[in-house]
């Protein structure tokens, strides 16, 4: 088993910038891919971000790219996700998750670990 824990989330200001952390205990050896999701109120979850293990591979939604980045450092067991220009429209809940087999995927239902979520609000 994988536990998955986030933190870093906050309340930010429009153009301003945060950096989510997940850290994995158990058996994190057994990972091979993580991801990034949120959840807005009213909305299904939809996938942010994705990074293999080695950290060679990354996958962004479209919404994302050029303002976050996903970054990992194995010798910690930690996934991060840096978020800048923060816009109104990224207010969710941010999930991390992770996936025992290879290949970096969007969908929620391939993952097979979830954290517990942590609350990104962007003010306007």
């Known amino acids: 088993q994988v536990q998955l824990v986030e933190s870093g989330g906050g309340l930010v200001q429009a153009g301003g910038s945060l950096r989510l952390s997940c850290a994995a205990s158990?058996?994190?050896?057994?990972?091979?891919?993580n991801g990034w999701f949120r959840q807005a109120p009213g909305k299904q979850r939809e996938f942010v971000a994705a990074i293999n293990w080695s950290g060679s591979t990354t996958d962004y939604a479209d919404s994302v790219k050029g303002r976050f980045t996903i970054s990992r450092d194995n010798a910690i067991h930690t996934v991060y996700l840096q978020m800048n220009n923060l816009q109104p429209e990224d207010t969710a809940i941010y999930y991390c998750a992770a996936r025992r087999e290879r290949g970096l995927v969007v969908s929620d239902h391939r993952y097979d670990y979830w954290g517990q979520g942590t609350q990104v609000t962007v003010s306007s």
């Open positions: 158990g058996r994190p050896f057994s990972i091979s891919n």
